[in-house]
């Protein structure tokens, strides 16, 4: 069984900064691609960035220069560092693991949320 944790959230200023770690664990034979997706109230879930297993990575064009993600594969860990956070990045942010089981198919395996709130 495939377990997908999140941490960091929390309450942050305007200007501030978080760092939101993720950890797959279990019976896992190969991770593809980690990444983070965040949810605003009453706005639908979007990709916020993304690390393939080669190291590329892909970010929305709001957190581009200020959001970094990286992954320790050891570890089967992404992490997302974020600077200079404002307002709109105020929302629940989801991990999203695309890997390979000990058994069963290749898929995507979701963590249950941490909330970001940016706010003075």
């Known amino acids: 069984q495939v377990r997908v944790v999140e941490s960091g959230g929390g309450l942050v200023q305007p200007g501030g900064s978080l760092r939101l770690s993720c950890a797959a664990s279990?019976?896992?034979?190969?991770?593809?691609?980690m990444g983070w997706y965040r949810q605003a109230p009453g706005k639908q879930r979007e990709l916020v960035a993304r690390i393939i297993s080669g190291g590329s990575t892909n970010y929305a064009d709001s957190v581009k220069g200020r959001f970094t993600i990286s992954r320790d594969n050891a570890k089967n860990t992404v992490y997302l560092q974020m600077n200079s956070l404002k307002p709109e990045d105020t929302a629940v942010y989801y991990c999203?693991?695309?890997?390979?089981?000990?058994?069963?198919?290749?898929?995507?395996?979701w963590g249950q949320g941490t909330q970001v709130t940016v706010s003075s």
């Open positions: 999203n693991v695309h890997l390979t089981p000990g058994l069963g198919p290749r898929g995507d395996y």
């Open positions: 279990g019976s896992i034979l190969s991770i593809n691609v």
